[in-house]
């Protein structure tokens, strides 16, 4: 037996994501998920599922009905598909570029974009990590897009820009309510979104201060 | 038997969807969908369903990712969640205010801006029209809501503000692929987007050309 404190020995408490891949990471309410841009320059897209209903979704249409904004900021709420905050951005060190617009990438987008064979994608790295906890979801909804840097002109044209974040900036979420978080290391390469190419993601969860 | 054109004859030809009320229809390939704002001022929430699999529903993220824009215009495809196009916006004598980024209005959402007892909202409408011809979808995809006014600043903050859609415009969608599209007249009445206050809409499907 341990004698360490608890929050010391929980798994969750510091690991990498590596770079193309995803990881579903479950939240009580209270806890903060520390998300660190290891290298710089790399996307993460981010989703939550109530716990005590699979079918409540974090939605950025709600999201942004909510705040009034296209991007959250620092002390905002996350919508959920029910109007419920999900979680709290209480912490972000970055530039700020964070996207609520885009679809996570998956196979199509790749194929569409000229990509030969099979490449890593977000919404697959989204289903398989809730398929290793049992979780089958109905649909892949629109993930909050960590350190993306889409940008949107006066007519409402939209530009896919160079993540502006720089190695070691990190966002902090903390849970509302239960909840289960999945994260993508996006492995995007066929545009300029990460900007070094696909990297390392820092995880933490920090326990309830 | 009647000897009209078997298009005069069809049921969908021309009908008024009442205010604050839901409708889905059918489109074969080709065919047109023509909304009009009967009185000027109408918010109109519309989705659109794949016949060949319900799952695959038209996805705001995924038309604002393939279009690189907010807001579609005449000449652009809609796309689905499996990024194939399902509509075509083929004509439109709008203003041109359309809106991809504000999610359907339900129960809570009336519940939030003050609303006493029930409130008609465009997600109920959406499930109670599928629910009609059997299909019982898994959530409400973010709608595309035609002559919806949303404002977006530089800074990415959001305005709602009243519909600029005169008496008689229209908007006509051309069907890709089979469909079944659902509208809802919006019954929004607690903040300022349907400039009259809800009113009807007319439907008309023409044949293909």
Redesign the interface.
């Known amino acids: 037996m341990s004698t360490e404190p608890s929050g010391a020995a929980d798994p969750r408490a510091k690991t990498v994501l590596r770079a193309r891949e995803g990881i579903a990471l479950p939240l009580r309410a209270g806890e903060r998920l520390r998300i660190t841009n290891l290298h710089g320059g790399q996307v993460v897209d981010t989703w939550a599922l109530a716990r005590t209903d699979l079918?409540e979704?974090l939605?950025?249409?709600?999201t942004?009905?909510s705040l009034?904004?296209?991007?959250p900021v620092t002390g905002d709420h996350l919508y959920s598909?029910?109007?419920r905050p999900l979680l709290t951005l209480v912490d972000d060190t970055s530039p700020g570029a964070h996207d609520t617009?885009?679809?996570a990438c998956?196979r199509?987008?790749y194929r569409?974009l000229g990509a030969a064979g099979h490449h890593a994608n977000c919404a697959d790295n989204f289903r398989r990590a809730l398929s290793v906890r049992g979780i089958q979801p109905?649909?892949?909804p629109?993930p909050l897009n960590l350190f993306m840097h889409i940008a949107?002109r006066?007519d409402?044209?939209?530009?896919?820009l160079a993540s502006p974040a720089r190695a070691g900036d990190y966002v902090t979420l903390e849970a509302v309510t239960d909840v289960t978080v999945v994260l993508s290391a996006c492995p995007m390469d066929l545009n300029p979104i990460n900007a070094g190419g696909p990297q390392d993601v820092g995880i933490e969860v920090l326990p309830v201060p």
């Not at 009034?68 to 991007?71: D, I, M």
């Not at 409402?156 to 896919?160: I, S, T």
Request: glycine residues 10%; charged residues 30%; aromatic residues 10%.
């Open positions: 079918r979704y939605s950025m249409q709600h942004r009905t009034g904004k296209l991007v598909s029910s109007r617009l885009i679809a998956d199509e987008r569409q109905d649909h892949v629109s949107w006066e409402g044209g939209l530009e896919f």
